[in-house]
T-cell receptor, first 120, second 114 residues
Framework: DTAVSQTPKYLVTQMGNDKSIKCEQN?????MYWYKQDSKKFLKIMFS???????INETVPNRFSPKSPDKAHLNLHINSLELGDSAVYFC???????????????????FGPGTRLTVL | TQLLEQSPQFLSIQEGENLTVYCNSS?????LQWYRQEPGEGPVLLVT?????EVKKLKRLTFQFGDARKDSSLHITAAQPGDTGLYLC??????????????FGKGTKLSVIP
């Protein structure tokens, strides 16, 4: 029944290690996202994939590399982890963009439960 | 870069009280969403507003989109402990790469004390 799932839920690792977080959605959506939420609860987009193609790549260190093997999966690999990478990472998915009158757009995003990453 | 502000940042009230939280920007948006995030969980969509001046009700929650589509408010009547959480507004741009993404406000952390 899970709509958007992430693994692992918790990840504790040493500085300098490489780790991956996996995300899967069973909603049939064609767009998936990765967000980072810091200790102050600020939720910021990192990447967005539409039909397996990267469409948004915010200012994120190139140590972070997303991979979308198919529309239902968007994984996040992080190289050479740093202390500042500690945060909660959320995966989300949405339906295709719905265009409204006047060129406006909207969609609804469904979030996974988050992965709490702690870098020691 | 549009400035998006949510206020208040923190709010602690007694059960049964009413409250209003605000989301303001200098930019015009095609639509705006409100999400609630409970501790240890991801944000969950509450409502999407699209038309300037639009008012939507979800039980004890009333959402309003400003006439100029630059601001929104969320009013909760007779707050309950179950309303506790982080309330995030997420407006949406009309076009370009930004139309594929939500820009989240920093949120209002609401605590309803029994």
């Amino acid at each position: 029944d899970t709509a958007v799932s992430q693994t692992p839920k918790y990840l504790v690792t040493q500085m300098g290690n490489d780790k991956s977080i996996k995300c899967e959605q069973n909603l049939g959506h064609d767009t998936m996202y990765w967000y980072k939420q810091d200790s102050k609860k600020f939720l910021k987009i990192m990447f967005s994939y539409n039909n397996k193609e990267l469409i948004i790549n915010e200012t994120v260190p190139n140590r972070f590399s997303p991979k979308s093997p198919d529309k239902a999966h968007l994984n996040l690999h992080i190289n050479s982890l740093e202390l500042g990478d500690s945060a909660v990472y959320f995966c989300a998915s949405s339906q295709a963009i719905r265009k409204l009158a006047g060129g406006r757009v909207m969609n609804e995003q469904f979030f996974g439960p988050g992965t709490r990453l702690t870098v020691l | 870069t549009q400035l998006l502000e949510q206020s208040p940042q923190f709010l602690s009230i007694q059960e049964g009280e009413n409250l209003t939280v605000y989301c303001n920007s200098s930019s015009v948006f095609s639509s705006l969403q409100w999400y609630r995030q409970e501790p240890g969980e991801g944000p969950v969509l509450l409502v999407t507003v699209v038309t300037g001046g639009e008012v939507k009700k979800l039980k004890r929650l009333t959402f309003q989109f400003g006439d100029a589509r630059k601001d929104s408010s969320l009013h909760i009547t007779a707050a309950q402990p179950g309303d506790t959480g982080l309330y995030l507004c997420a407006p949406k741009l009309s076009s370009g790469a930004g139309s594929y993404q939500l820009t989240f406000g920093k949120g209002t952390k609401l605590s309803v004390i029994p």
